[in-house]
């Protein structure tokens, strides 16, 4: 295999009350990218279309991940990467990890697979870190896994597949401004209070039961986050006005995606997803925001070839 074209999922981070740690992923939208071999040694990004984003390899999340790959694998080729970006840098929908997971993957697939699922993860979080100025894997897992993830550690690496229910949709608005993650990380306070500390690991537990069990109701009583949500929400504007139209349409729950602006609802059932994203709408609607819309099944698959050669 010479040359692949991939599709590179969008993803939620957090999942609510699981900060740095739960992700899912999305089936709508996504970045594609194709990659080369060539004889040529080393990293070479020769086409970014979408958004203005840095060609040098070692300034280009794609260029940073593929570049932490092949320092361990020392392939006897290089690689010319594409990256067609529909998913906006900063939109909280895992924009950066797409393009660090992305690269890895098609990489991996080139060269035959040397790398399992839990090592893409580990060279894609190099990428994301230039991106956040962090190591956290919650959208590169499931970007990469596909489904609902648990990263159990970062140090060491270790990535815990979820089980996704069959009627679960994902309703996604995203107000066209741009959150940087490193700012929205810079405002989080250095210590919680205990008691909101337990609050919030008895959800990230019972989230986790609710997926085991198909139990949409203790799905629904799991989504809050009296952690993270009060600092961040103030980032995002009409995001109280967001979730309280939204409950109306009765989702499972509705919080922020990752770091923001992006907010995310989860249903049981395309029909209710749908009416969240109309509640959601009506009120940037009546804003001068521009924002776009999506409502996506679970993608339990991650990564998509789309062809190759
Ligand atoms: N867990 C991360 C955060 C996701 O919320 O900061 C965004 O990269």
């Known amino acids: 295999m010479k040359k692949i074209k991939i599709f590179s999922p969008a993803t939620v981070a957090n999942v609510s009350c699981g900060f740095d740690v739960l992700g899912f992923c999305l089936d709508t939208i996504g970045d594609e990218m194709i990659i080369r071999k060539t004889k040529t040694k080393g990293i070479t990004i020769t086409k970014i279309e979408g958004f203005d984003l840095p060609y040098e390899a070692e300034k280009n999340v794609a260029g940073v991940s593929a570049l932490a790959l092949i320092a361990d ?22 924009s950066s990890s797409a393009s660090a997971a992305g690269s890895v993957f098609a990489i991996n697939e080139l060269l035959g697979k040397p790398y399992n699922t839990t090592e893409l993860t580990y060279f894609a979080m190099k990428g994301e870190a230039l991106a956040s100025g962090s190591e956290h894997a919650d959208n590169i897992a499931p970007a990469l896994f596909g489904g609902f993830t648990l990263v159990k550690s970062c140090t060491p690496l270790k990535v815990l597949q979820l089980p996704t229910p069959s009627e679960l949709y994902a309703t996604i ?20 209070a205990l008691k909101s500390a337990i609050t919030q690991w008895a959800n990230v537990g019972s989230l986790v039961h609710a997926l085991h069990t198909n139990d949409y109701d203790l799905l629904s009583e799991s989504l809050n986050d009296g952690i993270i949500e009060p600092h961040r929400k103030q980032l995002i504007p009409y995001y109280d006005a967001i979730k309280s139209e939204s409950i109306k349409a009765d989702p499972l729950g509705c919080s922020i995606s990752g770091s923001g602006p992006s907010i995310f609802a989860l249903s049981k059932g395309e029909e209710t997803a749908k009416r969240v994203a109309e509640a ?5 609607s009546k804003t001068d925001i521009n924002f776009n819309i999506y409502v996506s099944k679970i993608n339990t698959q991650g990564m998509r070839i789309m062809n190759n050669e």
């Open 73 to 94: 694998a020392k392939p006897d080729c290089g690689f010319e990467i594409e990256i067609y970006k529909n998913i906006k840098p900063g939109s909280g929908v895992g």
């Open 173 to 192: 608005i995203h107000p066209e401004i741009e959150i940087k993650t490193a700012e929205a990380r810079a405002i989080l306070p250095e210590n919680v």
């Open 280 to 284: 959601m709408s009506s009120v940037y």
